[in-house]
């Protein structure tokens, strides 16, 4: 990834799509331009701008309020994301969910001034059938904000749980060790882990800002990975091995973690981000640790989780009322900067969830 001067660079190549504004007198989109290879360029991305839909008989018309980022989206420009979806090619609108207001109902099950979240697309309109496809849900009045379900209250927080509890199987006092600590999901299973379960939780992130916020947010000890021998931090942090490491980076830190596992240990594959961009895949070549050490390796996809929607956004919602979860999102306003909010991620500029306010919080909702 670029660090410094370069990174600063590459992003503010973004600046000019960024000042692009929207009014509502049309529908704006971001199209894919070309596939990206490495980083998404800004010559990856299309603009481009039609007439507000109307919706037919059993359509909602929804007017996007924020939407969220993540890393798959780099492969949905590529043509590569495996969501059951059909694949994006040049000239398709970008896939991504958001939160956005029914403003026009003719459905029966849809009433004007509703707020969902579910799959909108990198467009500030939408037409929809609101089929089961799209996964759109209602946001329920709860006293917190809406920009809540593009991320904490959205798929990012439902991959948190689903990987931390189903996966993970936490228990009250085991060294845990977690990568990407600082990113979307990372900031969410470092307090769910260390508040909820009472993990001991050593986190991972890149540079002393970084380190110091998931000090915060419930990691007990920091490695910075820019600039410390990760190896040695871990022999240093966990003498005595880790029962359970939940990776969202891949590569050579999770081929560390494995050679440390103690007995029974369980390794939540959640993204292997530093994976990405490669030319060639990484290998491990020492998963045999697992057999050695009666472990467990699982990796999940958050669709395979949906059906436990409503109670996982319950214990998330109650857990930020009582203070044992606090929601980091990194919002970047304006719907010109979606292309650059999404490199963010690729240089691990963000921190916490990364979302776009396309037009911020609704006057008022149902």
Same mark, same amino acid.
């Given at each position: 990834?670029?660090?410094?001067?370069?990174?600063? &660079?590459?992003?503010?190549?973004?600046?000019?799509?960024?000042?692009?504004?929207?009014?509502?007198?049309?529908?704006? &989109?971001?199209?894919?331009?070309?596939?990206?290879?490495?980083?998404?360029?800004?010559?990856?991305?299309?603009?481009?701008?039609?007439?507000?839909?109307?919706?037919?008989?059993?359509?909602?018309?929804?007017?996007?309020?924020?939407?969220?980022?993540?890393?798959?989206?780099?492969?949905?420009?590529?043509?590569?994301?495996?969501?059951?979806?059909? @694949?994006?090619?040049?000239?398709?609108?970008?896939?991504?969910?958001?939160?956005?207001?029914?403003? =026009?109902?003719?459905?029966?099950?849809?009433? %004007?001034?509703?707020?969902? &979240?579910? @799959?909108?697309?990198?467009?500030?309109? =939408?037409?929809?059938?609101?089929?089961? @496809?799209?996964?759109?849900?209602?946001?329920?009045?709860?006293?917190?904000?809406?920009?809540?379900?593009?991320?904490?209250?959205?798929?990012?927080?439902?991959?948190?749980?689903?990987? /931390?509890?189903?996966?993970?199987?936490? =228990?009250?006092?085991?060294?845990?060790?977690?990568?990407?600590?600082?990113?979307?999901?990372?900031?969410? !299973?470092?307090?769910?882990?260390?508040?909820?379960?009472?993990?001991? !939780? !050593?986190?991972?992130?890149?540079?002393? %800002? =970084?380190?110091?916020?998931?000090?915060?947010?419930?990691?007990?000890?920091?490695?910075?990975?820019?600039?410390?021998?990760?190896?040695?931090?871990?022999?240093?942090?966990?003498?005595?091995?880790?029962?359970?490491?939940?990776?969202?980076?891949?590569?050579?830190?999770?081929?560390?973690?494995?050679?440390?596992?103690?007995?029974?240990?369980?390794? !939540?594959?959640?993204?292997?981000?530093?994976?990405?961009?490669?030319?060639?895949?990484?290998?491990?070549?020492?998963?045999?640790? /697992?057999?050695?050490?009666?472990?467990?390796?699982?990796?999940?996809?958050?669709?395979?989780?949906?059906?436990?929607?409503?109670?996982?956004?319950?214990?998330?919602?109650?857990?930020?009322?009582?203070?044992?979860?606090?929601?980091?999102?990194?919002?970047?306003?304006?719907?010109?900067?979606?292309?650059?909010?999404?490199?963010?991620?690729?240089?691990?500029?963000?921190?916490?969830? @990364?979302?776009?306010?396309?037009?911020?919080?609704?006057?008022?909702?149902?």
């Amino acid at each position: 990834m670029a660090t410094g001067a370069s990174q600063a &660079q590459a992003l503010s190549a973004f600046d000019a799509l960024a000042e692009r504004q929207i009014d509502d007198d049309a529908n704006y &989109q971001w199209r894919i331009a070309n596939r990206p290879y490495g980083n998404v360029v800004p010559s990856d991305f299309a603009w481009h701008a039609e007439d507000i839909p109307e919706p037919a008989e059993g359509e909602v018309l929804l007017r996007t309020h924020y939407l969220g980022l993540a890393p798959v989206m780099r492969f949905y420009m590529q043509g590569i994301a495996n969501t059951g979806d059909r @694949q994006l090619r040049p000239g398709d609108i970008i896939h991504g969910r958001g939160v956005a207001q029914v403003v =026009k109902s003719r459905h029966a099950d849809w009433r %004007e001034g509703e707020m969902v &979240q579910g @799959q909108m697309g990198w467009q500030t309109y =939408k037409v929809s059938k609101m089929s089961s @496809q799209e996964k759109f849900f209602r946001m329920p009045k709860n006293g917190l904000p809406a920009a809540l379900g593009a991320g904490v209250l959205g798929m990012t927080g439902l991959s948190a749980h689903a990987g /931390l509890f189903t996966c993970g199987n936490p =228990k009250e006092g085991e060294r845990m060790v977690l990568s990407g600590a600082a990113g979307g999901v990372g900031s969410m !299973v470092s307090q769910m882990a260390a508040n909820v379960v009472g993990c001991d !939780v !050593v986190g991972m992130a890149g540079g002393p %800002e =970084k380190c110091a916020f998931i000090s915060e947010h419930g990691c007990s000890a920091a490695i910075d990975y820019k600039a410390e021998d990760i190896e040695a931090k871990l022999d240093e942090l966990r003498p005595d091995g880790i029962d359970l490491y939940f990776d969202n980076v891949g590569g050579e830190t999770l081929e560390a973690c494995l050679d440390r596992l103690r007995m029974n240990a369980r390794i !939540v594959l959640c993204g292997s981000i530093s994976e990405y961009t490669r030319d060639e895949p990484f290998k491990l070549s020492n998963y045999t640790r /697992l057999r050695a050490t009666d472990s467990v390796m699982r990796g999940f996809f958050v669709y395979n989780h949906i059906d436990r929607w409503e109670a996982v956004m319950d214990d998330l919602a109650g857990w930020i009322s009582d203070g044992r979860l606090k929601p980091v999102q990194d919002i970047e306003e304006g719907f010109g900067a979606m292309p650059r909010a999404l490199a963010n991620l690729y240089y691990g500029a963000n921190v916490g969830v @990364q979302c776009c306010s396309v037009r911020g919080e609704p006057k008022e909702w149902l």
